[in-house]
């Protein structure tokens, strides 16, 4: 293939769809249409001479030949922008950007609604999508595959963090529980059905799961959700208990007709840090976009 034949542009794209698996999110993120997208896709399988995304079940996987180009195309991308956005001043109101964070649901649902209000009145064109947390969030922030992550512990220290917000956890029942009343002791607490949090993948659970695993207590685990914002409301007309954040907590006690209660015992605050690739410490637009997402978690 002749670099002088070759529609810089197709690489772009290409790291999009590869980034993405989808053609309708690729286009988002490109401001293109689905019809648009698909042409491009059409067109790069032609230059590739390969299918380069194939349909399995209900998503698009790579092929064995992109899952080869991915990397490369994802760095040769990066160095292209760097590149052009050498020196380059970062103006929100009349900038047309994307960022990419990744991030828990429970921390979405606290930070999306506050953040877009403040991009839509600095900057327009500005959106963010926040993607599910999942146990190579650090390989994907390395290889620039997603701009920030959010998380309540600190990634490879060769990531710069910051801390967001605090928060502290809390007990949580159905309303209607039939024998839990305003208190619990450590003996109550323990004879209750639990829900419990695999996070990212089953490996990995709560910060407030692994503290009381440390402690040495045995719960009756009956259940388990990859999801914060959910697991309230499953526990409507059930005998089961679980450990929300209190921000959560608070905000879906209502809707979720859950009643909070103190745990038994001390549990240490967690603190969501913001982290981000080093290569950027200096970009403007992911300084102007840090700021905003401190400025954000400030107000709450």
């Not at 001479?49 to 180009?69: C, I, K, M, S, Y």
């Not at 828990?104 to 506050?114: A, F, H, I, T």
């Not at 963010?128 to 600190?154: C, H, K, N, Q, Y």
């Not at 503290?211 to 959910?230: C, L």
Request: hydrophobic residues 45%; glycine residues 4%.
């Amino acid at each position: 293939m002749n670099l002088r034949q070759f529609d810089l542009n197709l690489l772009v794209a290409l790291d999009a769809l590869l980034t993405e698996r989808n053609v309708t999110r690729a286009g988002e993120r490109l401001y293109l249409s689905q019809p648009a997208m698909s042409g491009i896709l059409a067109r790069l399988r032609l230059l590739f001479n390969d299918e380069l995304l194939v349909r399995v079940g209900r998503h698009l996987e790579p092929t064995a030949f992109a899952a080869q180009l991915s990397r490369p195309v994802r760095e040769c991308v990066q160095q292209i922008e760097d590149l052009l956005n050498t020196r380059r001043p970062f103006v929100p109101k009349t900038e047309t950007r994307s960022f990419l964070i990744a991030a828990s649901d429970y921390v979405v649902l606290l930070l999306l609604g506050p953040l877009v209000k403040r991009l839509t009145e600095l900057a327009p064109n500005v959106s963010v999508r926040f993607v599910p947390l999942e146990a190579a969030v650090g390989d994907r922030l390395a290889m620039g595959e997603i701009d920030f992550s959010i998380l309540p512990t600190e990634l490879d220290p060769s990531f710069p963090s910051v801390p967001l917000f605090t928060d502290s956890w809390i007990c949580a029942v159905w309303a209607g529980h039939p024998t839990v009343g305003d208190r619990l002791t450590t003996d109550e607490f323990l004879a209750l059905p639990h829900l419990t949090f695999n996070i990212a993948d089953p490996e990995h659970t709560s910060l407030a799961d692994e503290h009381i695993a440390r402690r040495g207590y045995e719960r009756k685990i009956v259940a388990s959700t990859d999801s914060f914002a959910t697991a309230p409301f499953l526990l409507r007309e059930t005998s089961l208990i679980t450990m929300v954040q209190r921000r959560l907590g608070t905000r879906l006690q209502h809707s979720a007709e859950i009643k909070l209660l103190e745990p038994p015992f001390e549990l240490p605050e967690m603190c969501e840090r913001l982290a981000w690739n080093p290569r950027f410490n200096a970009s403007p637009a992911h300084v102007w976009m840090r700021e905003q997402l401190i400025e954000t978690a400030k107000a709450l």
